[in-house]
């Protein structure tokens, strides 16, 4: 069976005809051309496909396309915005967060959806108990980046980089947008 | 772009240090911006993390067929029967081949030609490719495959490595004569290489017995390595074309384009020159694209269809698709006086190579030369083994054959001082090698390796904060097992244990290991531009910003541009054996000299620079530098602009660099200079063990590297942490599960890579005593650390149970106290 959907990818509207059992990954990859998102795994144990779905960060490859008819995606070439890297673009460069490069697309939108959950004052496992029951992450610390990125593997092991980029990132979205995004403990995510 | 932090800055070399210095003119070259020793950003690193880096899985051509591989079901069968007629009659289905259809050789391999592009009559492991379709989708494709009848004669699988080794009944893999084994490899039976080693009195005729009567204390062991899996996270991929001139362009992700090149071309039946290869992105490969996946598949079919051909494995065929690391059974047993020298050792290692030789009798090298490891034993017997099996092939990943060994000797260190009631770090000082010492090969240590120093060092690391002390101690977060755990903090002990791991670097065993570089200067736009074009692999270790790094230094200009990685260039060697830095940076750093003798001789001929001094070149070239986008003469005369010195010439040349040369090991007494240059990385690790539940978390995981010389800080900083990570995943969770020769576990749900929560913050100290055999004293540094961080952690969980502990990865029921 297919459907016709609608998809807007980066701030680009696509209206395509897929197969319903195709994923949301295969649409944007294969029928759209949109390699940003990587196939690591196809089954949702990697995360190299996150895209920000409706600016949520959501594994591509366990969504079906037909659930994501009219929705928003941004991929890591969508953050870009104008040529200009987002703030954890350029954060990953300056900490040498990956090597191969192939988890970072995944890595970085998930970041971004990450530190949108925090600001929102979702809690995570790493919250303490008491500021999870006020609705508030009291800091961005280490601990809580590297649990709320833990479904994002990097088998070169750029980990440290990662959590200190994301750290930084997170200290200079604050910085220019004053978004409420707490503050790191420690000055750029650095140990 | 603002500067990155830097990493734990690079120690400088003690001044009492021996051999410290670096190797006379070779810091004449300016550190400029973004020159050696400068940490620049990676140039491809703005297209990673954008997502648009095209990766060999991202290819696309006009016209695009996709192929797909029909694989075993069974790890040993006889094939009676084929039939693709009904996969061709299905609509969208343009070829389906056997190995009927492969037009030359029917087999390849990098070492020894046994892997057969096809099946023919036997398949030898389960998941072997037996035919390849091609198809207008993805899914047709898959159709086709389950179309295609094969009838098999089960036969009986060859799954114990030991039994391989040592069983005379036991069933062969290959028919005797049926691969051309190499008869100084002293192959028998399954067995494709046996390498023995024979040092001191155990070369003159004397027996272990004798030498365990002369020691105080003698301690043996049985050790397990289990399989691992290099994971990369990028898949087998990459896109045949179809070219005009009979012949096919390859774009794919590999380690080693000439050597695919070399081993494809016969299989196609096709002259060197037609089959061209280009690099596509590479998404990770330690080891794995070392050999062939889906290279001649996609050629085979592009050829037969005329059409372009896309070849992508998915995650569970990619289990199949790659060779792994080797699994091993050691029989160590170590012998010493009383004060912790040690005095023999007696080895026996068997690694399972699985159906097909892959990198086998290369491993069985690295493993027998190194068993030792690094301690000076005056009197050993080695013999490692690398057998034939019907197991998934085996072959190079991170550490090669020198990983598993490892894990034997430093546990037997551990065994040691347990036994004599010694500091585990004081036993390895006892017996540490260091410049001078003699290896078991008989050779020589001839550079700097500070092994007591580093032992020294990684000991006076900072302790984390104790358990007791630790915050938030009652948060089930900080417990071994994390939030799922169930853990409670009284059953967890903190433990800490130490790993010291020794590497050759670049190929060993008197092959040719070299690498070619082609470097071109000219004025682009008004100003000079180096063009560096080489047949190297980037793989993710940053080798890109290297070649640019070293350009930037040798040509003193601020612009270089990489020509795409393809066969057009002379052959590089492989992205293995931490060779790289060394090989392509050697190649690259003497293309530059030879450019700027030639630019030096040019501005004399245009009357711009004064004087017949010197020109050598690796010198000052007479006093004259490059600096800056300029010529800058000798004496404090005014600087030339280089654009003013080109004009219109382009300056190219094009050189090879070889490492000094090695031999080969006697086949009887393992004697022989092997290896070019050794690495050493010296792991503390600190664990907390829940001892109920058989849990572990590393707390830290600190290293002291040896590295000759840092050209880029914070990128190898990365190497040492991507390696300790590996080498953590191989202590803790990784295993491949084969039982009767089927993977168990092919996903990323059950075969486990450590994620950000499993890797503690990994402090890392650089050591630098210059090489002097090595471009700008370098060492490569990619391997050292994957061996020593796996004993370190086993160890510190050993420290806090007690347990043996003599297999990895650990499994909970054997750290769970009884
Ligand atoms: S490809 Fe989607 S999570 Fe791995
Ligand atoms: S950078 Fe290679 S997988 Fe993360």
Redesign the pocket.
């Known amino acids: 069976m297919h459907a016709d959907i609608t998809l807007t990818v980066d701030g680009r509207r696509h209206q395509l005809r897929v197969d319903t059992r195709t994923t949301l ?1 295969d649409a944007l990859r294969e029928d759209l051309g949109v390699t940003a998102p ?12 996150t895209v920000l779905l409706n600016g949520r960060r959501v ?4 969504v079906l396309a037909v659930a994501g008819d009219g929705a928003e995606v941004v991929t890591a070439a969508g953050l870009a915005e104008g040529g200009d890297l987002h703030p954890m673009q350029e954060a990953f460069m300056d900490h040498d967060a990956f090597q191969c490069g192939y988890c970072t697309p995944g890595q970085i939108c998930s970041a971004v959806g990450m530190l949108d959950e925090a600001a929102a004052g979702w809690p995570s496992a790493a919250t303490p108990p008491r500021a999870s029951a006020e609705g508030a992450v009291a800091e961005l610390d280490d601990t809580e980046i590297r649990e709320r990125m833990s479904g994002n593997l990097c088998r070169c092991g750029a980990y440290a980089g990662i959590v200190s980029a994301i750290g930084d990132a997170a200290r200079r979205t604050h910085a220019a947008a004053a978004s409420g995004i707490p503050r790191p403990a420690r000055e750029g995510g650095r140990r | 772009m603002t500067p990155g932090p830097a990493p734990t800055a690079p120690a400088a070399p003690p001044p009492s240090a021996p051999g410290s210095a670096p190797p006379a003119g070779e810091r004449a070259a300016e550190p400029a911006g973004g020159g050696v020793g400068d940490s620049p950003p990676r140039p491809d690193g703005t297209l990673k993390v954008t997502g648009e880096f095209a990766y060999s899985s991202d290819l696309w051509a006009e016209n695009m067929l996709w192929g797909m591989t029909l694989r075993s079901p069974h790890p040993h069968a006889r094939i009676v029967r084929v039939d693709t007629a009904p996969a061709l009659r299905l609509p969208g289905v343009h070829a389906v081949l056997t190995h009927e259809d492969v037009p030359g050789e029917p087999r390849y391999g990098l070492e020894v030609r046994d892997q057969p592009v096809l099946a023919a009559e036997t398949v030898r492991y389960r998941g072997e490719p037996v035919a390849v379709v091609a198809a207008d989708h993805p899914e047709t494709a898959r159709r086709a495959l389950e179309r295609i009848v094969v009838d098999y004669e089960v036969l009986e699988p060859v799954c114990d490595a030991r039994r391989a080794a040592f069983d005379p009944d036991c069933p062969l893999v290959h028919p005797p004569g049926s691969v051309p084994l190499r008869p100084e490899h002293n192959p028998r039976g399954n067995v494709l290489r046996h390498q023995p080693i024979r040092t001191g009195d155990l070369a003159r005729g004397r027996t272990v017995a004798d030498l365990r009567e002369r020691a105080d204390v003698v301690v043996t062991g049985s050790y397990e390595v289990g399989m691992q899996d290099q994971a990369c996270l990028g898949p087998e991929s990459g896109l045949a074309v179809p070219a005009e001139d009979g012949g096919v362009d390859l774009y794919v992700a590999t380690q080693w384009l000439h050597a695919d090149q070399r081993q494809i071309a016969p299989c196609l039946g096709l002259p060197p020159e037609l089959v061209r290869v280009t690099l596509a992105g590479v998404g990770g490969a330690f080891g794995a694209r070392e050999d062939l996946s889906m290279q001649v598949h996609a050629c085979l079919l592009a050829l037969r269809t005329g059409r372009p051909v896309k070849i992508v494995y998915n995650r569970e065929e990619s289990f199949y698709g790659h060779v792994h690391r080797h699994p091993a059974h050691l029989r160590f047993e170590h012998g010493a006086a009383a004060d912790g020298r040690l005095l023999y050792a007696a080895l026996e290692i068997v690694l399972d190579g699985g159906a097909y030789a892959s990198t086998t009798p290369a491993v069985v090298g690295v493993a027998a030369s190194l068993g030792l490891g690094p301690y000076e034993i005056p009197h050993a017997a080695v013999d490692a083994y690398g057998v034939y099996t019907t197991n998934p092939p085996c072959g190079a990943m991170r550490g090669f054959g020198a990983v598993q060994a490892c894990f034997g000797y430093e546990s037997q260190m551990d065994r040691l001082a347990e036994a004599l009631d010694m500091d585990p770090v004081e036993v390895r000082l006892r017996n540490a090698v260091g410049r001078g010492s003699v290896l078991p090969t008989g050779q020589r240590i001839d550079a700097p390796l500070p092994m007591a120093e580093m032992l020294e060092r990684a000991r006076a690391l900072p302790m984390p904060p104790p358990p007791e002390a630790a915050p938030g101690r009652v948060d089930p977060l900080a417990l071994p097992g994390g939030a799922g755990g169930a853990g409670v903090g009284a059953s967890v002990v903190r433990g800490v244990g130490y790993g010291v791991g020794l590497k050759n670097l670049c190929f060993s065993e008197g092959f040719d290991d070299h690498s070619t570089a082609r470097v071109r200067l000219e004025v682009v736009g008004g100003v000079p531009v180096a063009l560096v074009h080489t047949a190297a692999a980037e793989v993710g270790q940053g080798l890109v910003t290297l070649q640019e790094q070293i350009a930037r230094t040798e040509l003193g200009v601020r612009r270089v541009a990489l020509h795409p990685a393809d066969t057009s260039v002379g052959s590089a060697g492989s992205s293995s054996a931490s060779r790289q830095s060394h090989m392509t940076g050697g190649a690259v750093k003497a293309a530059c000299e030879a450019v700027r003798a030639r630019v030096v001789a040019l501005a004399r001929a245009r009357g711009l620079l004064a004087g017949e001094g010197g020109g050598a070149v690796g010198g000052a070239d007479g006093g004259v530098r490059l600096a800056a986008d300029c010529l800058v003469p000798p004496g404090g005369a005014a600087p030339v602009p280089l654009a003013e010195v080109l004009g219109d010439a382009v300056v190219e040349e094009t050189r090879e660099f070889r490492h000094r040369p090695t031999s080969p090991l006697d086949p009887v007494t393992g004697q022989g200079s092997s290896h070019a240059q050794l690495g050493m990385c010296v792991h503390r690790a600190v664990v907390d063990v829940d001892v109920e539940l058989g849990l572990v978390r590393v707390v830290a995981l600190d290293a002291v590297q040896e590295v000759g010389r840092a050209l880029h800080p914070r990128q190898l900083v990365g190497q040492i942490h991507g390696g300790a990570t590996q080498g953590l995943g191989l202590a803790l969770m990784e295993e491949v599960q084969v039982a009767d020769g089927v993977i168990r576990n092919p996903s990323f749900t059950d075969y486990l890579i450590p994620t950000v929560l499993d890797v503690p913050p990994m402090r890392v100290e650089v050591l630098e005593h210059a090489d002097p055999q090595a471009p700008y004293g370098l060492r490569g540094a990619g391997e050292p650390p994957t061996l020593s961080a796996t004993p370190a952690v086993v160890a510190a969980v050993r420290a806090a149970t007690g347990r043996p502990l003599t297999r990895v990865p650990l499994r909970p029921e054997d750290i769970a106290l009884p």
């Open positions: 990954l990587k196939k690591g795994c196809d089954h949702g144990q990697c995360g190299s496909c594994v591509t490859c366990l």
